[in-house]
C-alpha cells in the first residue's frame, strides 16, 4: 500500500522535467552558459581555486564543531570506578 509521503512521486516528476521540452532547452542552456564562462573567463576561474583550500577552512570548523560553544568537554554525572586502588 503506497502513501503520498513515499517519495517516489518527487523523482518521478523531476526525471520527467529534464526529459520534456522546456528542461531539454534548460539543460542545453546552461551547457552554453558554462562553457561561455569556462572560455571567457577561465583566468578568473582558475584564480579563485587558489582561494577555495583557505576559504574551505572556517566552513571545515563550523561543521566539524557543530559552531561554537561546544568546545569544552563534556562532565560526566557519575565519577568513574576507581580501578587503581587496591582492594
Do not use: I
Not at 552554453?32 to 583566468?43: D, I, N, P, S
Not at 577552512?57 to 568546545?71: K, T
Amino acid at each position: 500500500m503506497r502513501t503520498s509521503g513515499d517519495g517516489d512521486g518527487d523523482r518521478t516528476s523531476k526525471a520527467a522535467f529534464f526529459t520534456s521540452p522546456a528542461g531539454l532547452a534548460l539543460l542545453v542552456l546552461l551547457a552554453v552558459a558554462g562553457t561561455y564562462l569556462w572560455m571567457e573567463h577561465r583566468a578568473h576561474l582558475l584564480g579563485a581555486l587558489l582561494w577555495l583550500p583557505l576559504l574551505a577552512c572556517p566552513l571545515m570548523h563550523l561543521f566539524m564543531h557543530h559552531g561554537h560553544g561546544r568546545h569544552q568537554k563534556r562532565v560526566r554525572s557519575s565519577p568513574p570506578p576507581d580501578a587503581g586502588t587496591p582492594s
